[in-house]
């Protein structure tokens, strides 16, 4: 098994320190490798499915590969719903399964299933070990493979890579046996593009920003980045062109920032949307959780449409991509703040949109603020507390669907810059919301919150199921007892199926799951109580605290529409 157990030291000196270990015996070789490596912190979850978005919520705290690791069977499967994240969230992850060797598959030997390529197109690649290790081209092929894949997950776009190996018994050393890693294992390293802005690129640039007046920057979900914004920050100073994002684009802490674009551009008039209309719209990062802005920019069609992204197919969620720069964002932003801000009709025009934008932001802040306190405390109002005492330094996760949703509505201030906002809207699943968010709670030296909905919430209950403390985790459970997003959506809603196959309305609560892992269950039935709760809420006592609001979908539907209504009377006025 040496060249198996190798593999530990290899990805230690590929710079891996973290590793999650599904338990079983095809897989032990590699488990014992990873668990005695000295530089490898490894961690061990049952359920698999709950362990790989685990892995992928380390991997997006740590910026850095996670290995992740089960046996043969059912359990790789187990995998898919977190690598298909890690895929469409550009997560890179390096996915061990353990396999039988090819002659025992489909040979009624227990646990075994067809694992080649298991998770299809969701790996940049999936690699398959060899089972015999004697012949030095084997144990060649087993590093060159490795070193290969780990090094492929972090070529952008990142994601995960798989690996299947298939291990032939004995699976177990003798108890006194002890590991030794080679220490001259052979490391390939690779120097990856910064994705520089070439001379073509600046040229095309300086030749065509020139025609157009009105521009308009929107940020897709996009990971927290200082120098980043700190660039933005300078280029809006340099040419008021306006910026928007959604909650999930970590562009809060930009002063200008345009951060209620969903709240407006679902109640404007037509006439005020042709003054929000881009000649040339530029986008960075990936989804956009706004539907409003989605159909707005599709509708009011730009000119030219210029995405900025350093490599990888692109996602044309507008439908008017015309050219793509495959670039880092910073330099090419850095690049058109050098560029000379005529002081020009142009660049009056240019300022002139930048007001149009700004306008309806302080119409959709004023509106909301107006709104605010209502009688009938509903998740909305919860979701907009909780938003308003995060401490500075933490990081606020944000579950499938309407709590993502919810909090874009009422989005981070410009002060609250020590906030970072994750979500798994790759795939934009309910399945693993939670699991994420305890990756990162283990991993980080901050605060997590969640804001989760209950089928979120229960379906991923096993995300605690461990042995592992959480000490400053904290959940915000919105149980309306079902989906709300299926009464407030169009469509669902009136029908006569809606509660039954859409709303799936469920009776549990947190109080036991409470008592089970033994967290503190804080229990918000009015609001008058709001206040001592959310004190109790980030007291950080080493305890892992849930705060659950039970409501009723219907007074949620209520005074979400009432908020609507009157963001559009706004402009009836
Ligand atoms: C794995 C998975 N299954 C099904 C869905 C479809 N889906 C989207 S939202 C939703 C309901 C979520 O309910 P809840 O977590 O209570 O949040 P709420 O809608 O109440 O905000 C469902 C089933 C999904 N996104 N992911």
Redesign the pocket.
């Known amino acids: 098994m040496q060249p198996i157990y190798d593999i530990a030291e290899l990805c230690a000196r590929k710079g891996l320190t973290q590793a999650v270990l599904c338990p079983g015996s095809r897989c032990a070789p590699l488990t014992l490798a990873f668990a005695r490596h000295p530089a490898i912190t490894t961690r061990t979850f049952s359920d698999e499915r709950s362990a790989g978005f685990i892995a992928l919520g380390i991997a997006q705290q740590k910026k850095a590969p996670v290995i992740l690791l089960c046996t043969s069977g059912s359990a790789a499967y187990n995998f898919a719903?977190a690598v298909a994240e890690a895929w469409f969230s550009e997560t890179p992850l390096i996915v061990f399964t353990a396999d039988r060797p090819a002659e025992w598959i489909a040979q009624h030997d227990g646990q075994t299933i067809h694992q080649a390529e298991i998770f299809g197109k969701h790996v940049k690649k999936s690699f398959q070990l060899p089972q015999e290790y004697e012949h030095p081209d084997s144990q060649w092929a087993i590093n060159r493979i490795v070193n290969e894949a780990i090094n492929f997950s972090f070529q952008e776009p990142k994601g995960p890579v798989h690996i299947n190996a298939p291990f032939r018994e004995p699976l177990y050393p003798a108890k006194d046996t002890s590991i030794e890693f080679n220490q001259t294992v052979r490391v390939m390293d690779e120097f990856p593009s910064q994705y520089s802005l070439t001379d073509e690129q600046m040229n095309v640039i300086e030749t065509e920003w020139k025609n157009y007046h009105n521009v308009l920057i929107v940020g897709g979900q996009h990971e927290y980045d200082s120098t980043l914004l700190e660039t933005l920050r300078i280029f809006f100073v340099q040419h008021n062109i306006p910026i928007t994002g959604d909650i999930i684009s970590n562009l809060h802490p930009l002063e200008k920032l345009i951060r209620h674009a969903d709240v407006f551009l679902g109640q404007a008039s037509d006439a005020v949307k042709k003054t929000l209309k881009p000649d040339l719209l530029i986008t960075v990062g990936k989804s956009t959780i706004s539907k409003n802005l989605k159909v707005f920019l599709r509708k009011y069609a730009p000119k030219a449409h210029w995405h900025v992204q350093p490599a990888g197919l692109v996602a044309d969620t507008f439908q008017h991509v015309t050219k793509v720069f495959n670039s880092n964002p910073i330099d090419f932003f850095q690049y058109l703040t050098c560029l000379p801000n005529s002081e020009t009709f142009e660049s009056q025009k240019q300022n002139n949109f930048n007001k149009f934008w700004e306008v309806e932001e302080r119409r959709a802040l004023r509106t909301l603020e107006e709104y605010f306190p209502q009688q009938d405390f509903a998740e909305l109002e919860l979701v907009r507390e909780i938003i308003r005492i995060l401490p500075e330094q933490s990081n606020l996760h944000l579950?499938?669907?309407?709590?993502v949703r919810y909090a874009n509505f009422i989005g981070l201030a410009a002060a609250q810059r020590g906030i970072e906002v994750f979500s798994n809207r790759g795939t934009?699943?309910?399945?693993g919301c939670t699991s994420t968010l305890v990756g990162h709670a283990l991993t980080s030296n901050r605060p997590n919150f969640l804001i989760?909905?209950?089928?979120?919430?229960f379906?991923d209950r096993n995300a605690f199921w461990h042995n592992y403390p959480l000490p400053d985790l904290r959940i915000v459970l919105?149980n309306?007892h079902?989906?709300?997003?299926?009464n407030l959506i169009d469509g669902p809603g009136a029908l006569p199926e809606a509660e039954e196959y859409f709303i799936?309305k469920q009776k549990l609560n947190a109080r036991k799951l409470c008592e089970e892992f033994g967290f503190e269950y804080l229990h918000l039935d009015n609001s008058r109580k709001l206040k001592n709760l959310l004190k109790d809420f980030v007291d950080f006592d080493g305890r892992t605290k849930i705060l659950e609001q039970e409501t009723d979908t219907t007074i949620n539907k209520t005074l979400f529409e009432n908020l609507k209504s009157k963001i559009k009377k706004s402009y009836e006025a």
């Open positions: 719903p579950a499938n669907s309407m709590s934009s699943g309910i399945d989760t909905g209950d089928l979120a919430f379906y919105l309306n079902g989906g709300v997003i299926f799936t």
